[in-house]
């Protein structure tokens, strides 16, 4: 298992090295290099269809995005996270991604079980049409959202 993390992180931190933005998708995979135009940012985002030799023969599959975003905190001083993403909708248009994340008072990740816990939902939006990419983080009081530039 190392080594598939070790070549996804790879080939998630080389994305970060194109300037412009590029969304590349379709009905089959999905993906995308650039950073959040609010935050700055690095995004590394993968769309895939997971299945197996079995479930492929009937024509069934899962669908997964990961999104991995590099920070800088100081100098020479990356916090490199990846979220897994399961997508609600995809077509030849694109697709809508969403996960969850439970915080404490302190913006701590913690279980949902957790007494005063905080649900945030994460939704990406993929439009292959516009080669926009929208990431929404929704709060109980407000969403906030990210652009890819």
């Known amino acids: 298992m190392k080594p598939i993390a070790t070549l996804f992180l790879t080939l998630a931190l080389s994305s970060f090295a194109s300037a412009k933005a590029t969304v590349n998708g379709s009905a089959e995979a999905c993906w995308h290099r650039a950073s959040w135009e609010?935050?700055?940012?690095?995004?590394?985002?993968?769309?895939?269809?997971?299945?197996?030799?079995?479930?492929?023969?009937?024509?069934?599959?899962?669908?997964?995005?990961f999104l991995t975003e590099v920070q800088a905190i100081a100098k020479d001083t990356p916090s490199?996270?990846?979220?897994?993403?399961?997508?609600?909708?995809?077509?030849?248009?694109?697709l809508t991604a969403?996960?969850?994340?439970?915080?404490?008072?302190?913006?701590?990740?913690?279980?949902?079980?957790?007494?005063?816990?905080?649900?945030?939902?994460?939704?990406?939006?993929?439009?292959?049409?516009?080669?926009?990419?929208?990431?929404?983080?929704?709060?109980p009081a407000r969403t906030v959202g990210y652009h890819l530039k």
Request: aromatic share 10%.
């Open 80 to 94: 490199v996270t990846t979220n897994v993403f399961v997508v609600q909708t995809w077509d030849k248009h694109g």
């Open 38 to 65: 609010e935050s700055h940012e690095g995004v590394g985002l993968y769309c895939v269809h997971i299945t197996n030799a079995v479930e492929v023969t009937k024509g069934h599959s899962e669908a997964a995005c």
């Open 98 to 139: 969403i996960t969850n994340f439970y915080a404490d008072k302190n913006g701590d990740e913690t279980a949902a079980s957790a007494p005063n816990s905080v649900k945030y939902t994460f939704r990406l939006v993929v439009d292959f049409d516009t080669h926009a990419v929208t990431k929404y983080v929704e709060a």
